[in-house]
């Protein structure tokens, strides 16, 4: 994702999620993943507002090691459901899914939503694959 701009693209619909979460005073975790691994970049608490050098340091490439990042999500949803019966879970997926790794759908997620951003003259339509499986929201974004 960092050489087609489509980082650059995640970020900013990153931030426009987070303002509309925090417009409505919702709970948000953040969870990134790329090259380096796995990282809990903002445990769930109530959305704040955030900027751009807020997003600024977040990285990609480097593989992506999606079944880690959703088993994280997945159990974060699962801690937040046993500790708000009524919260409902929704999972945001922002990929461009250049990977091979088939994940099984996150059990703790009440709703997903799939962001493709996929900029290959060649796609592979992973995300939208993965998003038939799951019975998820797919959503390609252009550039």
Same mark, same amino acid.
């Given at each position: 994702?960092?050489?087609?701009?489509? *980082?650059?693209? !995640?970020? /900013?619909?990153?931030? %426009? =999620? @987070?303002?509309?979460?925090?417009? #409505?005073?919702?709970?948000?975790?953040?969870?990134?993943?790329?090259g380096?691994?796995?990282?809990?970049?903002?445990?769930?608490?109530?959305?704040?507002?955030?900027?751009?050098?807020?997003?600024?340091?977040?990285g990609?490439?480097?593989?992506?090691? *999606?079944?880690? !990042?959703? /088993?994280?999500?997945? %159990? =974060? @949803?699962?801690?937040?459901?046993? #500790?708000?019966?009524?919260?409902?879970?929704?999972?945001?997926?922002?990929?461009?899914?250049?990977?091979?790794?088939r994940?099984?759908?996150?059990?703790?997620?009440?709703?997903?939503?799939?962001?493709d951003?996929?900029?290959?003259?060649?796609?592979?339509r992973r995300?939208?694959?993965?998003?038939?499986?799951?019975?998820?929201?797919?959503?390609?974004?252009?550039?």
């Amino acid at each position: 994702m960092v050489t087609s701009g489509a *980082l650059a693209r !995640a970020k /900013g619909v990153l931030l %426009g =999620l @987070l303002e509309e979460a925090y417009q #409505r005073r919702e709970q948000v975790a953040l969870i990134c993943f790329g090259g380096a691994g796995v990282e809990l970049r903002l445990p769930p608490s109530r959305a704040a507002h955030w900027n751009e050098e807020w997003v600024a340091p977040i990285g990609g490439g480097g593989g992506t090691p *999606l079944v880690q !990042a959703l /088993g994280a999500a997945d %159990g =974060l @949803l699962r801690m937040q459901a046993l #500790r708000l019966a009524a919260l409902q879970g929704w999972l945001w997926l922002m990929t461009d899914a250049r990977t091979r790794e088939r994940p099984a759908r996150p059990a703790y997620a009440d709703e997903i939503r799939i962001l493709d951003f996929e900029s290959s003259r060649a796609p592979l339509r992973r995300a939208q694959q993965l998003a038939q499986d799951w019975r998820a929201h797919y959503q390609p974004v252009s550039a």
